[in-house]
């Protein structure tokens, strides 16, 4: 653990010493210069990395966030008459203010039409800031001063360290923010959307947040550049600008400090890179070493197809080839940047330094983060005493997609402390009704009560937070998350820590005890030696367990199980029917959907079977199992004399 804190922070403290050491040791001017846009860049892409690394979306008003803040700051500077500190506040707050504005109605939107928000977002703040002549000079510029900072006016050498600061800054308070349940919550919600809210976490309010995060420190960048340059043209903000930040995030690795930092480099480097024809040649020359080093070792492990390891070399190759042929390589610009960016995005999908930090953990021998030992069972799941009064009430449920009546006036109660079963051929309506219930679906009408009081409807995360947890019929896991952030994500009752303290890393106790409470969810459904594995390379069946125990992590009252043993192989489901078992011990309710008719007779205490959106039989399994309705729907016709374990053997696909 001392080893890995060492070479972490000492990989940091280092760089940081040696890029504040340079103005000491050589005095040059230029250089100076760029690394003051080093720095930043650095912020400005570590603002990106959040919407594009972390909430997945393509964000494509960074550059405008930059402009606005630069005109915020050196406004504020000539205008008002400022200091350092107050305009650079004042360009925050514009970027927080607009980019919360901006994410509301833009991250209803998904895809490809959140892209094209940005993209407008962009196009019109470029024109506010051209054609508000009164206020920014428009075309012909703005030149501004640089403002004292405590009293003390900056030389270059000044700013360079202030901006140096900043930086670091920026850099130690998202790391704890990124370590957090808000960097959880972030990756989470781009994974999936529905299961973030399910778990009780907020989609939306994530991502506003997320987004003007990430806008406000484009935003503080802006102020840097504005007393950086002391002259402000709304052209320098366009999208050109914007390609090259979004280059610089791939690049350097989504999802990482240092990735953003190796970007903030590249993008710094480049105009130099391209006009050096003998740096040129070096770097396309590393560049190709690197494709063809990665290429052989995805090559002898197999994972990888040929295709992306071919590109990259082909791609690499030709920049190589290129660099002798052409005579000016500014010219080329534009082919070389999609020559680098293809064969990142083929060959190293982290980037750069998402490669090399893997090849030097290993090289490294970096041990892997800690994690705190699990607590017991009983400090994360208490035994509940039920009092076997009604918990859940359906009155009439109704929920139509069109013309398809899916649920079709459902009246069920559901008792503390049962396992209730819900059976029904495929297409019966089982997963309509739990998504109702759940509040992925709106009723169509007819109410669900929940001990009494109106369940809210339609909102997931409204559900989630009075007690219901659920599983997915189709599997939401967010996949790019460990097993053991998976079950931290959704843990309820644990994060209290205020976010100043949090930003400061003061939140490190509740971060263990929610290390703990999850590895002992996840040591009651078997997966603990798997706690830091990827949820996507799970095996199927590890998944589904996964989804339990993040369901289990609500502390829920009701836990309801769409198809729990779909697709598990017969062990699996044997230890998942012992599974069940213990839950509904520590007194906690549970509805299961479940074809298996053999799984339902030994868990469930009641059974509902619906056919066509109706209920068309309710009683114990043994019951059940006999009513000649029953067996009309599972086997399609009547049979006077079907046996009573005709639905035993009826395994209907599960869809
Ligand atoms: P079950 O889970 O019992 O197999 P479902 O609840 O998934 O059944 O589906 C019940 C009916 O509702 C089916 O006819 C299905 O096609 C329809 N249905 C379910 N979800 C939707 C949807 N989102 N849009 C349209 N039709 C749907
Ligand atoms: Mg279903």
Known sequence: ??????????????????????????????????????????????????????????????????????????????????????????????????????????????????????????????????????????????????????????????????????????????????????????????????ATDAMGVGTYRHKVAGFALGSSLGALAGGLYAFNFQYLQPQSFTYDLMVILLLGVVLGGRKSLWGAFFGACLIVLLPNLLSNKLLFELISAAGLLLAVVSG????????????????????????????????????????????????????LPDGVMGYIAKLLTRILRVPPADIAAAVSLDTVLPKRESDGQTLLELNDLQRYFGGVKAVDGISLKVRAGQVHGLIGPNGSGKSTAVNVISGLYAPSGGEIRLQGKRLPSGSLLKVARVGVARTFQNLQLFGELSALDNVMVALKGVYRTPLPLLLLGLARAEEQRAQGEALAL???????????????????????????????????????????????????????????????ERGITIILIEHHMDVVSELCDVVTVLDGGKVIAEGVPDEVKRDAKVIKAYLGVVQDDAPSDAVDRKEAPAC
């Open 1 to 194: 653990m001392l080893k890995r804190f060492l070479l972490l922070r000492g990989a940091e403290i280092i760089v940081l010493m040696a890029l504040a050491s340079v103005p000491l040791m050589v005095n040059n001017t230029y250089a100076l210069g760029l690394l003051t846009l080093l720095a930043i860049y650095g912020i400005l892409l570590i603002g990106l990395d959040v919407t594009v690394g972390y909430l997945g979306q393509v964000n494509l008003a960074q550059a405008a966030f930059l402009g606005l803040g630069a005109y915020a700051a050196g406004l504020s500077a000539t205008m008002l008459g400022y200091g350092m500190m107050a305009s650079l506040s004042i360009s925050m707050l514009v970027g927080l203010v607009l980019g919360g504005l901006l994410a509301f109605p833009a991250l209803r939107l998904d895809g490809p039409q959140f892209a094209l928000a940005t993209l407008s977002f962009s196009a019109l703040s470029t024109t506010v800031l051209n054609e508000w002549e009164g206020l920014t000079s428009g075309a012909q510029g703005l030149s501004l001063s640089r403002p004292t900072w405590l009293g003390l006016s900056m030389d270059a050498q000044g700013f360079y360290w202030l901006c140096l600061l900043m930086l670091a800054l920026v850099w130690m308070l998202m790391r704890n923010l990124l370590a957090s349940q808000w960097g959880r919550a972030f990756e989470a919600l781009r994974d999936s959307p529905i």
């Open 296 to 347: 052989v070792r995805a090559w002898k492990s197999k994972s990888t197809q040929h295709f992306q390891i071919l590109a990259p070399i082909v791609a690499m190759g030709i920049l190589v080839v290129g660099g002798f042929m052409v005579e000016n390589t500014e010219n080329w610009r534009k082919a070389i940047f999609a020559l680098m960016l293809f064969s990142v995005v083929v060959g």
């Open 522 to 584: 996840l040591e009651l459904v078997g997966l603990k030696a798997q706690a830091r594995m990827a949820a996507k390379d799970l095996t199927y069946g590890s998944q589904r367990f996964l989804e339990i125990a993040r369901a289990l992590a609500r502390k829920p009252a009701l836990l309801i199980l769409d198809e729990p043993a779909a697709g598990l192989a017969h062990p699996d489901v044997q230890v998942l029917i012992t599974l069940i078992k213990t839950i509904h």
